[in-house]
């Protein structure tokens, strides 16, 4: 086994989201979910609404990174990494990895987004892509 450490100044990395890994009991995220959650979310919106009076108190970035919802990668972790595009594509690999057949949207709408079919080999998702 081989640990790598690499500390050059000014090394390219991108925020992406962080996907369970195992279950977790006390936060109620399931094994394979976004770590972010719909409650995170929803304190996000309302410190944006209002803003809190001590700053302590406020989520923002840095409070995301430090509840393990977003995470940095480099070019090297990239390689190993198996990134989802959307969360929607999470949810529905997790709907086929519980058996459920998920069909193919077959719409004429030629506006539609494509969807990349789930290679039958994928294990697990790792990240998830931020999308602006």
């Known amino acids: 086994r ?3 450490v690499f500390s050059d100044a000014g090394r390219v990395m991108r925020p992406v989201f962080t996907v369970q890994q195992e279950d977790d009991h006390e936060s109620g995220i399931a094994k394979g979910a ?3 959650t719909k409650d ?3 304190k996000l919106a309302k410190e944006q609404a209002e803003p809190p009076e001590d700053p302590s108190m406020k989520i923002g ?3 995301l990174i430090r509840a393990g919802t977003i995470e940095y990668l480099d070019a090297e972790e990239e390689e ?5 595009m959307t969360p929607e594509d999470l949810d529905l690999y997790r ?3 519980a058996g459920y057949v998920v069909d ?3 719409t004429d709408d030629p506006n539609r987004r494509l969807k990349t079919k789930t290679n039958p080999t994928t ?3 790792t990240q998830g892509e931020i999308h602006p």
């Open 80 to 84: 190993t990494a198996m990134i989802c």
């Open 123 to 125: 294990h697990m998702y």
């Open 2 to 4: 081989e640990f790598k």
């Open 95 to 97: 709907m086929q990895k």
């Open 34 to 36: 976004l770590v972010l």
């Open 40 to 42: 995170l979310v929803n």
């Open 104 to 106: 193919d949207d077959n």
């Open 61 to 63: 970035w840095e409070g």
